[in-house]
C-alpha cells in the first residue's frame, strides 16, 4: 500500500537556500533513481522565506523506511541540522485517491484490508 509523507520544514533565517542545495546535491540524485519513490516534491514557501515543504509517495512502507534508515538522509541531516529553527513536521499519510498524471484519469486507492 502506497505512503504519502507530507515535511515541513523551517530554518533559522536565511538558510534555506542552503538547505535546499544540500537537498540537491545529497537527496535528489536517490530520489531520481528510486521508481519505488514516485513522486517527490520540494517546495519553498511563498509566504515564508525561512519554510521549504516536501511532499513523497513511496509504493509501500519498506521503501520508506529504508530512505528513512539510508545513509544518504543520514549524512543530509548532518549537514542541514545546524541550518534547522527546530525539528521538522512530519506528517505520515495513507494515499486514499490519487490523480493520475499521464492519462488524466482517477483512481481508488487500495483500503487498508481491501481490493481496488
Excluded at 5 to 13: E, N, Q
Excluded at 39 to 48: A, K, R, T
Aim: net charge negative; with cysteine; proline share 7%.
Amino acid at each position: 500500500m502506497s505512503l504519502a509523507l507530507f515535511v515541513r520544514t523551517r530554518t533559522r533565517p536565511g538558510q534555506r537556500d542552503l538547505a535546499r542545495r544540500a537537498w540537491e546535491e545529497l537527496m535528489k540524485p536517490g530520489v531520481d533513481g528510486n521508481a519505488r519513490q514516485p513522486v517527490y516534491f520540494f517546495c519553498e514557501d511563498n509566504d515564508d522565506p525561512n519554510v521549504f515543504c516536501l511532499f513523497e509517495i513511496y509504493s509501500d512502507r519498506a521503501t520508506f523506511e529504508r530512505a528513512a534508515e539510508s545513509r544518504r538522509f543520514a549524512e543530509y541531516m548532518g549537514r542541514i541540522g545546524h541550518l534547522l529553527a527546530g525539528p521538522p513536521e512530519v506528517n505520515i499519510t495513507t494515499p486514499v485517491w490519487i490523480k493520475e498524471q499521464g492519462d488524466q484519469a482517477m483512481r481508488k486507492v487500495e483500503e487498508p484490508g481491501g481490493t481496488q
